[in-house]
């Protein structure tokens, strides 16, 4: 298993990001592009102190412009973009005043892109500050995994399930898994591993195997059974592409369901032999709203799954701009056109619950630009927040 952690949960050892943290940035907007003038940062940062960078980089709508730096890649340079503006390619003249509100230009941010959003974020009043497309149907991609890993929890603590229970990892899994693994390798294939290291490695890593593994000890019924018991009605495993109309009703245009047209639309083309598995952005928050309260089955089974969650291997989303003393509890998911992450923002002043997942998605550098952006806006509404309207997830 090469250079990873062999501990279990809770000795997590949080791998260097080499992530870059907020900057000072001075943007120019003309047009549809936009200047990054001066980038200072701080002092933590893998860079030597009070360095900057004084050189103009330019974005022009979804086309880079030839840009050339040893330290930044053109996946930051967006995201600088779009720290810079507060919302990607938003004409605004120099030297315009920039609302303070965090949540301010996540709607034109949103739009501005051709990917399909599904959007959450919940304040540390547990105030609904922004959603989009919030009951819309998502392909799970790895978020299947957290009520996964929360029903095999839940049988370690209801049902005498051992954390030491020997799990073999089986060729047919590792094929399964398209050959390929985050965290087995194939020298792993026939030995055998403790059930909380499969535990660990389906959070911490999104190991594929892991997963395999553990459907192994329940059922797509069973997990179907909890999904409703935990309250996420908008989540279906193994959903029949016929069902998703019945699954998912709604209007184009509205209130939580925006994009749901397009959305359905994309899920079904998603289905293997006409099943898909399905969520939806409210689920996800709400899903960690249990989580934060410790309701997630137990105080314990709440406690084990977010030391999992904690151990920042992936990195590259929610937690890339936020600074060390913010703890990001996150689980995300991949597939090709997919990206998500989801997850609670805490520091010692509160935490707040950000939902950011993306399908359809045909830049990935922009989509992970914005969910790096509302990693950071989930950061700064760690403080008293404006009266908005509360949230209302499903109960």
């Known amino acids: 298993m090469g250079n990873r952690s062999p501990e279990p949960v809770p000795q997590l050892r949080t791998p260097n990001s080499g992530q870059l943290f907020?900057?000072?940035?001075?943007?120019?907007?003309?047009?549809?592009?936009?200047?990054?003038?001066?980038?200072?940062?701080?002092?933590?940062?893998?860079?030597?102190?009070?360095?900057?960078?004084?050189r103009r980089y330019c974005v022009s709508g979804l086309n880079w412009l030839p840009?050339?730096?040893?330290?930044?890649?053109?996946?930051?340079?967006?995201?600088?973009?779009?720290?810079?503006?507060?919302?990607?390619?938003?004409?605004?003249?120099?030297?315009?005043?920039?609302?303070?509100?965090?949540?301010?230009?996540?709607?034109?941010?949103l739009?501005?892109?051709?990917?399909?959003?599904?959007?959450?974020?919940?304040?540390?009043?547990?105030?609904?500050?922004?959603q989009r497309n919030a009951n819309s149907p998502f392909v799970a991609a790895s978020l299947y995994k957290l009520v996964l890993m929360t029903e095999i929890l839940r049988m370690v603590e209801q049902e005498g399930l051992d954390l030491q229970e020997p799990i073999t990892i089986a060729?047919?899994?590792?094929?399964?898994?398209?050959?390929?693994?985050?965290?087995?390798?194939?020298?792993?294939?026939?030995?055998?591993?403790?059930?909380?290291?499969?535990?660990?490695?389906?959070?911490?890593?999104?190991?594929?195997?892991?997963?395999?593994?553990?459907?192994?000890?329940?059922?797509?019924?069973?997990?179907?059974?909890?999904?409703?018991?935990?309250?996420?009605?908008?989540?279906?495993?193994?959903a029949h592409e016929d069902e998703i109309d019945v699954f998912y009703p709604g209007e184009a245009g509205q209130p939580g369901t925006e994009d749901i047209v397009r959305a359905r639309a994309f899920v079904r083309s998603f289905a293997i032999e006409s099943y898909v598995n399905l969520t939806t952005p409210e689920d996800m928050a709400w899903f960690?709203?249990?989580?934060?309260?410790?309701?997630?089955?137990s105080t314990l089974t709440s406690w084990r799954l977010r030391k999992i969650l904690a151990s920042r291997v992936l990195s590259d989303r929610l937690p890339a701009l936020l600074?060390?003393?913010?703890?990001?509890?996150?689980?995300?998911?991949?597939?090709?056109?997919v990206l998500h992450d989801a997850g609670i923002i805490e520091t010692a002043q509160g935490s707040t619950i950000v939902v950011a997942m993306a399908?359809?998605?045909?830049?990935?550098?922009?989509?992970?630009?914005?969910?790096?952006?509302?990693?950071?806006?989930?950061?700064e509404l760690i403080r008293p927040s404006a009266n908005v309207p509360m949230a209302s997830p499903v109960a």
């Open 67 to 109: 840009i050339h730096h040893p330290q930044l890649t053109r996946r930051q340079i967006v995201t600088l973009a779009t720290l810079g503006t507060g919302a990607l390619f938003r004409n605004a003249p120099v030297g315009a005043e920039v609302d303070t509100d965090p949540t301010a230009g996540i709607s034109a941010m």
């Open 288 to 297: 960690f709203r249990l989580m934060r309260d410790d309701l997630l089955v």
């Open 359 to 379: 399908q359809a998605v045909t830049y990935l550098d922009e989509a992970f630009a914005v969910e790096q952006k509302l990693g950071l806006v989930g950061y």
């Open 171 to 238: 060729e047919d899994l590792y094929l399964e898994a398209s050959a390929g693994d985050s965290y087995f390798t194939t020298d792993d294939i026939g030995t055998v591993v403790p059930l909380e290291t499969m535990i660990y490695a389906a959070g911490a890593y999104s190991s594929n195997v892991a997963a395999l593994s553990l459907l192994e000890l329940t059922t797509i019924e069973r997990l179907n059974t909890f999904s409703l018991e935990l309250g996420l009605t908008g989540t279906h495993y193994w």
């Open 111 to 130: 739009t501005a892109s051709d990917a399909i959003f599904g959007t959450v974020l919940i304040d540390t009043a547990d105030r609904l500050v922004f």
């Open 323 to 337: 600074p060390n003393e913010a703890v990001v509890i996150h689980k995300t998911g991949n597939l090709t056109g």
């Open 22 to 54: 907020p900057f000072l940035i001075c943007p120019l907007a003309v047009g549809r592009y936009i200047i990054i003038t001066s980038i200072t940062l701080p002092s933590n940062h893998v860079l030597p102190a009070s360095r900057t960078i004084n």
